[in-house]
């Protein structure tokens, strides 16, 4: 097979090899190089022994050099070179006891998590794959080396990472690895929450975010976001919804991400039924949304919805509301976040886009420039691609007159923004110092009054000159 190399890491190679040391691109590079993806990083393997490593280039890292890993510098690129190596006995699902080097590459490989990432490469040997993982590429399979049972007793994170792998790759988890992660679920519990939320972001943000069902079926969702399962198992009982509270909200995480790759099927192709017309107006707010943002996103719909069955009451007619839902979901998304270890400035922005998912906007220039002061300007946009997400994972039937408000909306909302309209506090024509100047005491009665400044130019943004609100303030400390 013919994959062609890095120059920089064909240099780190063949520098080893003309010591006389056996030295391979390993792991995730080849196997996404095979795909033909791009990888994000090159790790090598090799048999030197960390200390010739150090010694072979002239900057290197001590990343992990307890458990064989240096990393080798070159220009500003940094490659991870790491000893072939056996683990001892495994005894907390997540560190070996011992880490022995070992001269043999196969045994470097056979302690690996699935066969796809098991391969290694270099120009003189070509492709080793030891345990068919080339196979399972062609046949789209998730598999551990060996033996599934110990694979996930050595790291139980690796039964999660065989669900981010095949939303990843859209591949299938082999039946003896799905059991055994059924099995085994519960071992997740000694994991590190940092660990978790690192594997479901990728999940999330992958072109198969659908694949958490697995994890969900599997009992994974269980050990780590159990009000999850909840919504998994709760119907809406209502004509707006035809799936389950937790089927929607995973559509709408899908759609999302579609948002974002509308050149490609997502979860296999099921959200082909996008409007064309929904796809263009979205892609006026996805442009300037970097990955960090996208993943705020995706985890504002898997939220969004998980106070429903909190709140839900059914009435006589059997029909399901869910009054509260967005204030109890902000709530409770933001105690998820938290636990799962996610930083403050996304558990900041998804709750609050959590407890505005639902909030209805009249389409005219003073209810858009309310909602933007109320909301925020910052979040604005993102708001919209929930909305928009939200509104196509629920009743088809129910589609048209909805996006057809929210897309009047939108349209308003760029011509407020084009207007420049003053949305915040800081857009006012006079600030704290010019009212002090005024007249006005230093203390609460300052942000008192820009407040209500604030709320007539939203009225009237044409009122937003200095002389005017001044002449309003100075009416308002006189009734005082």
Known sequence: MEMILPEDVSYIINKLEDAGYEAYAVGGCVRDTILGRKPLDWDITTSAQPSFIKSCFKKTIDTGIQHGTVTVMIKDTG????????????????????????????LD??????????????????????????????????????????????????????????????????KKTLQAISEMAGNLKAVSAERIMTELGKLLVSDNPGKIREAHKTGLTKVFIPEFDKVMEAGQHNPHHIYTVGEHCIRSAGIMVQFFNSDRPIDGGIYNYIPTSVLKKVADFTSDIDRKHQLMLCLSMLLHDIAKPEVMVIDENGTGHFHGHPQV???????????????????????????????????????????????????MHMLFLVQYADILAQNPNTFAQKL?????????????????????????????????????????????????????????????????????????ISRR
């Open 329 to 379: 979901g902000e709530k409770m998304a933001s105690a998820i976040l938290k636990r799962l270890s996610f930083d403050n400035e996304t558990v900041s922005t998804v709750k609050r886009l959590v407890k505005h998912h639902d909030y209805r906007i009249v389409p005219e220039p003073r209810a858009v420039r309310r909602a933007v002061a109320k909301i925020g300007s910052d979040i």
């Open 79 to 106: 490659y991870e070179v790491t000893t072939y190596r056996i683990d001892g006995e495994y005894e907390d699902s997540r560190h070996p006891k011992s880490v022995e080097f070992t001269s043999s590459l196969r």
């Open 404 to 476: 057809g408000t929210l897309d009047s909306v939108t349209e308003v909302y760029k011509e407020v923004i084009a207007n420049k309209a003053p949305l915040c506090i800081k857009d006012l024509a006079v600030n704290g110092t010019d009212l002090i100047a005024s007249g006005v005491q230093k203390g609460p009665e300052i942000g008192r009054i820009l407040d209500k400044l604030l709320d007539i130019v939203l009225d009237e943004p044409e009122k937003n000159e200095k002389a005017l609100l001044l002449n309003y303030a100075y009416k308002e």
């Open 109 to 174: 490989l056979e302690r690996r998590d699935f066969t796809v990432n098991a391969m290694a490469f270099n120009n003189k040997t070509g492709l080793v794959d030891e345990f068919g993982g080339i196979q399972d590429l062609k046949d789209g399979i998730i598999r551990c080396v060996g033996d599934a049972k110990s694979r996930f007793g050595e790291d139980a994170l690796r039964m999660l990472r065989a669900v981010r792998f095949s939303g990843q790759l859209g591949f299938d988890i082999e």
